[in-house]
């Protein structure tokens, strides 16, 4: 009697996702736990690494974007739990939690060398104990392109000595030399006369008088910034008059002149940065407070003033570069074009960087200055200029790589048109981030590029894309070549060994052509060798049976040149 057959219920797209996403969080706990027992050349280690990799990235290109929302013993996707574990001492979720970190993502164009940074910088605050390092610190640092966060301020503890309400409450206020009232003595009726509440319930104990002398004493120490920030705008708040509001803001324009001439530009960005934050945030509604905002930051965008400041910045380095990103940041739009050229001006590569997040930050992302900063024509001549151009079309490549899209496409054309091979070279670290099928044929069209190190990036590029027709394109192209003839054996085998990986069985009916292609006769060219061992080597690298057959076939049939090659193959697949 035949068995009927139940069909069971699907499961919905997004149930499919979750259950994904929990699965991709278990085997992401296991390979950090795995990894702080093991060394990470440790080839269990090594394993689950790559395992994890490979589903991950996978995941995230068919799903898209995974976020996790990070509470204090469990990470949640779409509100849904995905792992759990009230463990503070082993718990992924705590260790983020504990850094500040609320929310975690992973995007498509996750890359292997990222993953690997994200989880030695897991391990190396793993441990409860460990004070000396901060996660979204070492995150920051890597710079991730596919790997975002969101983390929040750690709120400062304050000192831990008994408070007068503690005291009032339990009955241990007491001085010196002991003896107070007890809590029950104390009357806390509002209605009650002050003067009835004994002396010693309100007397300071020797913690609470030792934590007001430190308060005293910080003060006094105020940074001059501060002091000078707030005394400014205790004046202008008390001036009703412009002008004499007017003076004031003229006497802060000349102090942050002084700074400049000084080298103490970090005290002139603390000073901004205080006025125009008490300004917004404390006398927002106080037209004379944001005029003297407003007046420091107008003088501070003049051109001559701020190529000195910048000035002073390269030559104390100083402030911070992540202060400087800021500080240029406030400013605005009014110091766009004069960042374009700080970006290769500046010697040391974070204050490069930091001028390049300001003017990405102001341009809100967009790219459209950035075509301006590129001179065109061919690279300075001069060595100086010549670094500095250098320089900036690695911050243009660092913004293009971080801003992939349609509307920044024009510039990417135009550094991988650039008649200068180290900018074309450079180009390509971004080239590989964009979707667009302009970029494939951007890289088509360098593969027999006069660079030999152009010509292996634009073929990387090709391949990490992994369309299947792509490999013949790339064949074609590279054959109607009278560059690819005169190409080096080793970077022949590495182009017939991309069209294999691409195509696959695919590429073997025009292997097998080009294969006997070069009829023997009495004079061999070295050429014509290479060319052959180059076809073999892209047959042997498609594998599978057919190939294998191919090779055979042509060890024994072929013309002189294939037999050699084939045979070559063939030892070197045995082996």
């Given amino acids: ?214 308060e005293l004493a910080l003060e006094e120490r105020a940074p001059f910034r501060q002091l000078v920030s707030e005394l400014a705008l205790e004046l202008v708040l008390l001036e009703d008059g412009e002008e004499e509001q007017g ?115 102001l341009e809100n992302g967009g790219l459209s200055l950035l075509r301006e900063a590129l001179p065109v024509g061919p690279t300075p001549a001069d060595p100086q200029e010549r670094l500095q151009h250098r320089q900036l079309v690695r911050e243009v490549v660092h913004a293009l790589s971080h801003h992939p899209s349609g509307e920044s496409l024009p510039l990417l054309e135009q550094l991988l048109s650039s008649p200068d091979p180290e900018t074309r070279r450079e180009s390509f670290l971004a080239a590989s981030r964009y979707a667009e099928e302009r970029v494939l044929t951007l890289c088509l069209e360098r593969l027999m590029d006069s660079d030999q190190e152009v010509r292996t990036a634009a073929l990387d590029t090709l391949v990490r894309r992994g369309r299947a027709e792509l490999g013949l394109q790339i064949l074609e192209r590279s054959l109607a070549s009278e560059r690819f003839e005169q190409a080096a054996l080793l970077e022949k085998r590495r182009l017939f060994a991309a069209v294999a990986k691409l195509s696959g069985e695919s590429a073997l009916h025009s292997f097998q052509k080009l294969l006997s292609a070069r009829e023997a006769h009495w004079f061999q060219k070295q050429k014509d060798r290479e060319f052959v061992e180059a076809v073999a080597h892209g047959i042997r690298m498609v594998a599978g049976p057919r190939a294998k057959r191919i090779l055979e076939d042509g060890s024994q049939n072929g013309p002189k040149l294939a037999r050699a090659a084939c045979l070559k193959e063939l030892g070197v697949g045995r082996s």
């Fill in 1 to 214: 009697m035949p068995v009927e057959k139940v069909a069971l219920p699907e499961q919905d797209p997004e149930s499919r996702k979750i259950a994904g996403v929990r699965g991709m969080v278990r085997l992401l706990v296991k390979t950090q736990k795995a990894q702080r027992l093991y060394d990470s050349k440790n080839a269990v280690s090594e394993r689950l690494e790559l395992d994890l990799f490979e589903r991950l990235s996978a995941f995230v290109s068919e799903e898209g974007e995974v976020q996790l929302a990070v509470l204090e013993s469990q990470l949640r996707c779409e509100d849904e739990v995905v792992f759990e574990s009230p463990d503070r001492t082993d718990s992924l979720a705590f260790l983020l939690y504990r850094d500040g970190i609320r929310r975690l993502s992973f995007s498509p164009g996750l890359e292997l060398q990222e993953l690997r940074a994200f989880l030695r910088c897991l391990n190396r605050v793993a441990l409860l104990t460990n004070d000396q390092e901060d996660l979204v610190t070492l995150l920051w640092e890597q710079d991730f392109h596919s790997i975002r966060y969101f983390a929040i301020e750690e709120l400062t503890r304050s000192e831990s000595y008994p408070r007068l309400s503690d005291q009032l409450a339990t009955g241990e206020a007491r001085d010196a030399g002991g003896g107070g009232a007890s809590a029950e003595s104390v009357s806390l009726d509002m209605k009650q006369p002050v003067s009835t509440v004994p002396v010693e319930a309100c007397r300071l104990g020797p913690e609470e008088i030792e934590a007001m002398q430190k």
């Fill in 247 to 361: 003076e004031i803001a003229s006497d802060i324009v000349e102090i942050a002149d002084r700074l400049i001439t000084d080298g103490d530009v970090a005290e002139l960005v603390g000073m901004h940065e205080h006025i125009d934050g008490l300004a917004t945030m404390v006398f927002w509604g106080a037209l004379s407070a944001q005029k003297l905002s407003s007046e420091l930051a107008r003088a501070l965008t003049e051109p001559g003033r701020f190529e000195s400041l910048m000035e002073r910045v390269e030559a104390v380095h100083a402030p911070k570069p992540e202060a400087l990103t800021v500080f240029l940041a406030r400013l605005g739009p009014a110091v766009s074009s004069s960042l374009l050229e700080w970006m290769g001006r500046f010697s040391s590569p974070p204050y490069r960087r930091a001028v390049t997040a300001a003017l990405l930050f």
